[in-house]
């Protein structure tokens, strides 16, 4: 409460000098606008589908606008819509109830027949928080109990909203939704090496549960070696859920985690509970079920979580798509009835923007409160009314704010803006899936004045990190009104491309110097190589430092964004760090941190390995390395390599697929032709087609291979050309 009501002074503090401020003057207005038209025109922007809408929060004026009432894929920007409904149905200091009732009052001994745990869509209920829901059991007097009932009958049967379909997968952010739910539903696996290389490595969940059979074949590689895949499925039980780990977790880098999706939240936190009463000492003999909770039940305890606000953090940001969806029903269920429904959730939205906001129903489309795969169409000109509404309705305005990511500061934009004005001043909600960018929000400028703005970006050419670079650059630019430096030079030094290309000797000596850092693996290290390497004009230096980056602090994402965005398979980066590491005699930079990224099944990384094979085609040793890290993303992760192939230059699939038939000819039963098999069965045409004609491609290269008086297994021979492409 504190908290807030510090927020709320602050924001009146500039709300009374906000009355005194102005508009900045037109020559400013102007310079910002060039700035903006500047950035857009000379980009990746210029030639995707753009949504753009600046505006004064001062006197409400449009600053710029492009295409502003075009719909589009908003991605992880229709959480604001959600988070701002959530707020105005439900109220800032909404808590969500978890109920522990039992069939009977309890008897002296302290025994119960039927523990009922009945929830109400919390979405915050942790491990952590679930031990001292026991000790309050405890302190209630339960000491023996037979069976645990969870009812999770507050929300519907649907566990996936529209969106999640379209993608299989048992990703932790395709986590379903429940009324009973427990650590967001999703579960870590965390992989842990053991003392020598080629020993048994240790793979276990936490917590403990009987819910999880682990089996495990994972075993400890060299201090290089990490490509682990672990699959979820659920039991022949149907109760449930298996857990198989293979691969190898590199010796001496700690312990990994892998985050999965649980299948029956009211189970897993049924045998959780279970788990954690029997560990307190009191005796569960029977079953975890799922059922309904009787009227005669009585209550022993009611767990209540964090206010609303709070919650809206997780939301926001760290762009949790499973508390999206459980607000989202929530919302349904305490305003249109139980039990809460996706689609009653939608309409509370709905209400809030047509009644309260101008935007008329059927202007937009709204089909799940995540932002989840191509599923909802909002316009830049719609989010930034949004934006405005809750700017200005103060009761809400604090925490809707205080829940935005702050630019260089946290959540998503923890490392974004870094080195502009925006840092610190820049509040935003960003939105991220293939071939879709967007960030909305608010930005103070320098000068004072402030501002809403939202950018959506949808089918661009090009690598992702470039477009969210642009986008960065319009958002430096309105912070920098009112500098010295103005916000075209602002915009400029964020988008100024690493073109100063140095000597050879230069860049052996920076690989060195890199190097040993990129060995020392410490993460004390990663704020300075982030600094470097955005300050680095030399694009193969600034590889090499993205590598020593990445192995300083691998768990981190933006290690792995900054290491896909400096690879390039071009003479300037690619092509120097061959040379730079041939006279030096040291292993090639960046192969070795591309291929753990592209092994743990990160379709981006895969395709920056296939495109490295075209300019490596006439260095035996070079296709040779690539060859190898190739066949352990074919052996780790198939379905993603043939994602990758799939959106790949003609060239680029054709010498990856004279790799891989080399591959395939010494391990025939390798999990990629299963895979494509698979793929042909696919819903979507166009999948199908494809996984048809490169099983067909590699077959032919396959028999050509076998044909030869002396056929190559070797990946490190030259591709050749596969006829007919």
Not at 186 to 196: A, D, E, K, T
Not at 293 to 306: D, G
Not at 658 to 667: P, Q
Request: net charge neutral.
């Amino acid at each position: 409460m504190r908290t807030r009501c510090a927020v709320a002074i602050v924001l009146l503090a500039q709300s009374a000098v906000a009355q005194n401020a102005s508009p900045v003057p037109p020559p400013e207005r102007q310079a910002l606008v060039d700035a903006l038209v500047s950035v857009i025109d000379r980009s990746t922007l210029k030639n995707a589908r753009i949504s753009v809408d600046v505006r004064s929060l001062e006197d409400g004026s449009a600053v710029y606008s492009k295409d502003a009432d075009e719909l589009l894929n908003p991605a992880s920007n229709v959480k604001l819509f959600t988070s701002a409904a959530a707020l105005s149905a439900l109220g800032v200091d909404f808590r969500f109830d978890t109920d522990f009732l039992t069939d009977a009052e309890l008897d002296k001994d302290g025994k119960a027949k039927i523990l009922y745990v009945r929830g109400k869509g919390d979405p915050s209920i942790t491990t952590e928080r679930l031990y001292g829901i026991v000790g309050d059991l405890l302190h209630a007097g339960l000491k023996e109990v037979q069976d645990v009932v969870v009812d999770d009958g507050y929300f519907d049967a649907q566990r996936e909203a529209p969106g999640f379909d379209q993608e299989s997968g048992d990703k932790a952010y395709l986590a379903p939704t429940g009324a009973v739910s427990l650590n967001w539903n999703s579960i870590g696996v965390y992989l842990r090496p053991g003392l020598q290389v080629g020993d048994k490595a240790t793979a276990e969940v936490d917590p403990p549960s009987d819910y999880f059979v682990v089996e495990s074949a994972l075993t400890t590689g060299t201090k290089t070696q990490r490509h682990y895949t672990v699959k979820a499925s659920l039991e022949k039980d149907r109760i449930r859920q298996k857990l198989k780990v293979e691969g190898a977790v590199p010796q001496d880098k700690g312990i990994w985690s892998v985050w999965k999706k649980v299948y029956s939240p009211p189970l897993y936190f049924g045998f959780t509970l279970k788990a954690l009463l029997t560990q307190r000492g009191v005796k569960v003999k029977g079953r975890v079920k799922v059922g309904e909770t009787p009227r005669s039940a009585r209550t022993l305890h009611v767990a209540q979580s964090e206010t609303l606000d709070v919650i809206l953090k997780r939301l926001n940001k760290n762009s949790s798509n499973f508390v999206a969806e459980q607000l989202l029903k929530v919302m349904g269920a305490e305003k249109k009835g139980l039990p809460g429904t996706t689609v009653g959730g939608i309409e509370v939205v709905e209400d809030l923007l047509a009644q309260e906001v101008g935007l008329a129903r059927g202007t937009f489309i709204m089909r799940n409160g995540s932002g989840l795969n191509d599923t909802n169409r909002f316009s830049a000109r719609q989010t930034t009314k949004l934006l405005e509404y809750m700017f200005r309705r103060f009761p809400l305005a604090p925490e809707f704010l205080s829940g935005l990511p702050i630019g260089g500061k946290d959540g998503t934009l923890k490392y974004r803006f870094e080195g502009t004005e925006a840092v610190g001043r820049l509040r935003a909600k960003t939105g991220t899936l293939e071939n879709v960018s967007a960030l909305s929000g608010y930005v103070q400028a320098v000068g004072g004045e402030r501002f809403v703005f939202s950018v959506m970006v949808n089918d661009f050419a090009g690598r992702a990190g470039a477009v969210v670079q642009h986008i960065d650059a319009l958002g430096a630019a309105v912070a920098a009104v009112g500098t010295a430096q103005g916000p075209m030079a602002a915009a400029a030094a964020v988008t100024a491309p690493p073109t100063l290309v140095g000597s050879l000797d230069d860049v052996k000596a920076r690989l060195t110097t890199y190097r040993a850092l990129a060995l020392k693996a410490d993460k004390a290290n990663a704020a300075f190589l982030r600094a470097a390497w955005r300050t680095e004009r030399d694009p193969a230096v600034r590889a090499i430092i993205a590598d020593a980056n990445y192995h300083s602090d691998p768990r981190e994402p933006w290690s792995t964004r900054m290491l896909l965005d400096s690879v390039q398979p071009s003479e300037e980066v690619w092509g120097r760090l061959r040379k730079a590491a041939l006279e030096a005699q040291v292993d090639m930079p960046v192969l070795g941190a591309l291929a753990e990224v592209a092994a743990a099944g990160n379709v981006e990384a895969i395709t920056r390995l296939v495109e490295l094979l075209r300019p490596s085609v006439a260095d035996d040793a070079a296709v040779g390395l690539l060859g190898e890290q190739l066949a352990v993303v074919a052996h780790d992760a198939p379905n993603e390599l043939i994602a990758a192939l799939r959106v790949s230059q003609p060239q680029d699939r054709e010498a990856a697929v004279d790799v891989l038939s080399k591959g395939l000819l010494r391990t025939p039963n390798a999990p990629l032709l299963p895979a494509l098999k698979v793929a042909q069965t696919s819903a979507e045409p166009s999948i199908a087609a494809f996984a048809k004609e490169l099983e067909s491609a590699l077959a032919h290269q396959l028999e050509q291979l076998k044909a030869s008086p002396t056929p190559s297994t070797s990946p490190a021979s030259a591709p050749s050309a596969l006829p007919g492409g």
